[in-house]
């Protein structure tokens, strides 16, 4: 492995398969496998955002993790969010997306708290994600962050009420009902 803070996009790729890790300031960060809860809750909301696009004859993709997001499209930076959403089929490759995606769900894991709501939250923001959910099972709460809108705060809703989208008007999902599921 590549001295720490020296890994490139090579060293990403080389991963062996079953391998998961993000490419991040020229470091491998390793993923932990997620527990049941995560999953529910990921493809919970892909199912719903597809089926959102779908009814509503759009064409964005909806793509859950894994799936490899060449954030900046310069090879500096691979993440895998929980939950991807690409309107722009020119962002599309073989590896993955090229660049920022529209919309972006994590949903966080007690190894990986201080990644989603810290260094991705900054990085989606820099990048030009326009919405990121940080859904946290723990706490039982999303944090819906706009980064289309000039200086717009976080809305925080509790698990107990509707999560509606800014990009996709209509679009709302009730954790509540997610989590009574399981």
């Keep these: 492995m590549a001295a720490k ?12 398969e079953g391998v998961r890790a993000e ?8 993923m932990a496998s997620p527990n049941r809860v995560h999953q529910e809750i990921v493809m919970e909301l892909s199912a719903q955002l597809r ?7 759009g064409a964005c ?13 310069n090879d500096s930076t691979f993440v895998e969010p929980d939950v991807s959403v690409i309107c722009d089929h020119d962002k599309l490759s073989d590896r993955g997306c090229e660049g920022a995606p529209d919309f972006v769900a994590e949903v966080v894991s007690p190894s990986d ?5 810290v260094t991705k939250l900054n990085l989606y923001s820099e990048a030009g994600v326009r919405e990121y959910w940080i859904c946290d ?20 809703y509790p698990f107990s009420e509707p999560v509606p989208s800014g990009i ?3 679009f ?11």
């Design 172 to 182: 709302v999902v009730d954790f509540g009902q997610v989590m009574a599921g399981m």
């Design 137 to 156: 099972p723990a706490k039982q709460r999303v944090l819906v962050y706009r980064f289309d809108t000039e200086d717009e705060p976080p809305a925080i």
């Design 51 to 57: 089926g959102f696009v779908v009814a509503h004859g």
């Design 23 to 30: 490419l991040i300031g020229g470091e491998l960060w390793d």
């Design 5 to 16: 803070g020296t890994c490139t996009a090579e060293d990403y790729w080389a991963l062996p």
């Design 61 to 73: 993709k909806v793509y859950p993790a894994p799936f490899a997001v060449n954030l900046f499209a």
């Design 168 to 170: 996709f008007p209509g």
């Design 113 to 117: 708290m201080r990644r989603d709501y």
